[in-house]
């Protein structure tokens, strides 16, 4: 059984930064994409970023293009998301996700079979 756990959300300010860490446990995650995704109550899912097996491919929605980069830390089980100018629409809680196998599958969701509890961001004007 895998095991995602975020952390890093918090309030900030419009402008501001923030920096979201997400740790696996249970397989060996150096193996699989990992990606970000966001979703508020009440609407889908939304991509945010994804990044494959050994950080040589990362794919990003075009709302958070040139603000947020993915990364990710084959050694400690980790893939993180520094978000960049935010904005107060960005508020919302964030998920990591573990790919199926290596290959970067961007935002196609079928492509994730493990999901993170999520933390909650929130962007004050």
């Known amino acids: 059984q895998v095991q995602l756990v975020e952390s890093g959300g918090g309030l900030v300010q419009a402008g501001g930064s923030l920096r979201l860490s997400c740790v696996a446990s249970g397989r060996t995650s150096s193996l699989y994409a990992m990606g970000w995704f966001r979703q508020t109550p009440g609407k889908e899912r939304e991509f945010v970023a994804a990044?494959?097996?050994?950080?040589?491919?990362?794919l990003y929605a075009d709302s958070v293009k040139g603000r947020f980069t993915i990364s990710r830390d084959n050694a400690k089980n980790t893939v993180a998301l520094q978000m960049n100018s935010l904005k107060p629409e960005d508020t919302t809680v964030y998920y990591c996700?573990?790919?199926?196998?290596?290959?970067?599958?961007?935002?196609?969701?079928?492509?994730?079979?493990?999901w993170g509890t999520g933390t909650q961001v929130t962007v004050s004007s």
């Open positions: 990044i494959n097996w050994n950080g040589g491919v990362t």
């Open positions: 996700a573990t790919g199926r196998n290596r290959w970067n599958p961007g935002g196609v969701q079928s492509g994730y079979n493990y």
